[in-house]
């Protein structure tokens, strides 16, 4: 699934309409949309990166299948996120898009560097989050949402699932003025194509990783049923075996050395070590 996060109304309703995304009465705190295939989400959020982050976590509690901020993904495979709004740069020129390849928050001097795993058009820059409107710009695009998105998307969804795509709305030659509705969803319209080939890309990643996030979850369905793990251990093993999976599609030797060792200790040291030597065979069945 895909959850795309605004600011704004006037941002958000050329996707509204054209994906036909239909309104939550139950939505809550912020004003939500859906597609009927529930492949698509879209949050309202309000200025400024608190509203912002906000926003995500109410959007990741309120869809079912759902994991807790600061706890291990299990279950279903995290979902993918995409911040789409205005934003302000000293020379680009009014109606540009861009992607975001790093975030930075003015206040704190924290950076967020988003994983760009597809190929795209579109030009990229860093964004700067400040928490008033800025009109003296520095190098970058200048918004009020991208860091408190990020942070808090980041804590439920892994980085290479997680963008921004910011579109400029003002500039040293075309100052900052009161936000016009009309004004504001036209730079989102007319970037729509390329706003969806994003949005396409993020899907398809998403999809992937699901299919991965499947396998993983069966081995470690596996290796719980012949292995007793701590608590600790499974926490451990949940990140190792991710990595393991994306190594080595077939886990016949791992369950194999499994059955045959019941120790928790042994089994996370085999993978471990397995991971560390990915450039080398790994041993088959018969050689456990």
Known sequence: MLHIVCALLAEARPVIETYRLSYCDDAGLFSRYQDLQARLSLTITGVGKLA???AVLATEFYFPGRSFPG???????????????????AAHPVGLALLVNKITE????????????FTTALPQDCLITVDQPETDYGQGLYDMEGAGFYDAASRIST??????????????HCPVTA??????????????PQIESIMQALLDLQATQAVRHSATQEVI?????????????KNTLRQLIAAWTALYPHPDSLLAYAQKNADAKEVLRFIRTGIENAELPLPTSADV
């Open 52 to 54: 912002a982050a906000q």
């Open 71 to 89: 706890q291990p993904l299990c279950g279903q495979s995290p979902a993918a996120w995409l911040n789409i709004g205005v934003c302000g740069h």
């Open 106 to 117: 003015q206040s704190s001097g924290r950076n967020w560097y988003p994983q760009c795993c």
């Open 159 to 172: 980085a290479e699932l997680i963008h921004a795509v910011k579109i400029v709305s003002d500039n040293k």
């Open 179 to 192: 936000p016009n509705g009309r004004t504001l969803s036209g730079l989102v319209e007319q970037n729509l």
């Open 221 to 233: 369905s596996q290796l719980t049923a012949c292995t007793h793990y701590t608590a600790c251990q």
